[in-house]
């Protein structure tokens, strides 16, 4: 991964990463099924939880990350 350049203007570009969520929005964000942080996984636009034995990866829709058990994408078993 490439570290993200944060640019001030606001102007739009294309193919710019859906998820850019704050820094500090993301450090109050817990996974609601474990409670462990949460990383942003820009390729899925996921929310993924980084506790490996629970894994869930929860939606963001429109920069809002959907944070719940039910609509999270379980991983892969086996
Ligand atoms: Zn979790």
Known sequence: ?????VSAD???KEG???VDLAPELLEILACPNC???L???HEA????CTNTACGLAY???D???VLLVDEARRPSEG
Do not use: G, K, N, Y
């Not at 991964?1 to 350049?5: D, I, N, R």
């Open 1 to 5: 991964m490439t570290a993200a350049a």
């Open 10 to 12: 606001d102007e739009t």
């Open 16 to 18: 710019v990463m859906a």
């Open 35 to 37: 409670h462990s942080s």
């Open 39 to 41: 990383a942003v996984d």
């Open 45 to 48: 636009d996921e929310l993924v």
């Open 59 to 61: 939606p963001v829709r």
């Open 63 to 65: 920069q809002i990350p």
